[in-house]
């Protein structure tokens, strides 16, 4: 038997048509068959029906041009939310930096000019020379993370201080000033957005250093621990004696406080140490600024 299984065997031949598709499709009709088609668009018409009523039976019911428009619209709004969504993420972690940043610079040359101004008089010790919010009154090193010069302002208020590119020290409650015989020199600041002065808070080991300059003196910090992750609620980690430090009794202290993890605010991270050194201005910088860590 041959490949095709055809011959005087008895089995049924295939009949071949000449010519192209059309004809094919014609022989297939007469055998009483139906020629394949596509799925119709819309009611099958009949033969002698004009091309006016074809057309009209090709556009899509008004059911489906309302679901495609809806479908249409439904897309259009999810794109422009989606730009949206980016613009304000943009806006948060770019265009507040460089607005905040600056504001924090111009902070900074404010506090120096008032230190250095001819005939300028200033108490350090006088906390109510600073009550007014987004007032600077100290200047803010940490070596490790490369923060030079960076604005401290009385208060924590969001929209004035924290907002504004400033590092602002707990006045609710109440924490203790550097000069302070005793107590805690409690601070918070962005992590992320709004110049961001606590952005790599998180890389500090215990021994690096922490410098608050003053009108008068250099108040140098070392770090003694951290606590990465605790709730917002925990106020006493700003304590005398914070709660889940290192510390055992009264001392001075300082302790920084911002948002974790990265580009949220579901949690705080905090950073304390201790005082090692008191340095008056006049004598020069503390060597954590003359190359220490």
């Known amino acids: 038997m041959g490949a095709s299984g055809v011959g005087a065997s008895g089995t049924a031949e295939i009949a071949v048509v000449p010519g192209g598709r059309a004809a094919r499709r014609k022989a297939q009709q007469k055998k009483g068959g139906r020629p394949p088609t596509r799925a119709a668009a819309g009611p099958e018409l009949p033969e002698n ?11 899509p019911s008004l059911g489906s041009r309302v679901l495609t428009a ?3 619209l439904v897309g259009e709004l999810a794109m422009t939310v989606g730009v949206l969504l980016v613009l ?16 924090a610079r111009d902070e900074a040359k404010d506090i120096q000019h008032s230190w250095e101004a001819p005939g300028q008089v200033v108490d350090p010790r006088n906390p109510g020379q600073f009550v ?21 302002a009385e208060g924590t208020d969001r929209a004035k201080v924290l907002n504004n590119g400033l590092v602002g020290h707990y006045t609710d409650p109440a924490t203790a000033m550097p000069w302070d015989a005793q107590g805690n020199f409690a601070l918070a600041a962005h992590r992320n957005g709004h110049g961001e002065p606590f952005r790599f808070v998180n890389k500090l080991k215990p021994g690096d250093k922490i410098v608050v300059e003053t009108a008068t003196t250099y108040f140098t910090y070392t770090v003694d621990a951290d606590l990465p992750q605790t709730s917002p609620q925990h106020i006493e980690v700003i304590d005398p004696i914070p709660d889940k430090g290192p510390y ?17 605010s579901t ?21 954590a600024l003359l190359g220490g860590k």
């Open 267 to 287: 949690y705080r991270l905090i950073v304390w140490g201790h005082l090692e050194e008191e340095r008056p201005r006049s004598q020069g910088k503390p060597d």
């Open 248 to 264: 055992k009794k009264p001392g001075r202290y300082i302790t920084l406080t911002t948002c974790t993890p990265d580009g949220a």
């Open 88 to 103: 304000y993420v943009i806006y948060l972690t770019w265009w507040t930096n460089i607005v905040a940043a600056e504001k």
């Open 70 to 72: 809806s479908a249409r």
């Open 49 to 59: 029906a004009g091309r006016a009523a074809r057309r009209r039976a090709a556009k």
């Open 132 to 152: 007014l919010p987004n007032r600077g009154f100290a200047l803010l090193y940490i070596p490790r993370i490369g923060m030079e010069r960076q604005a401290v």
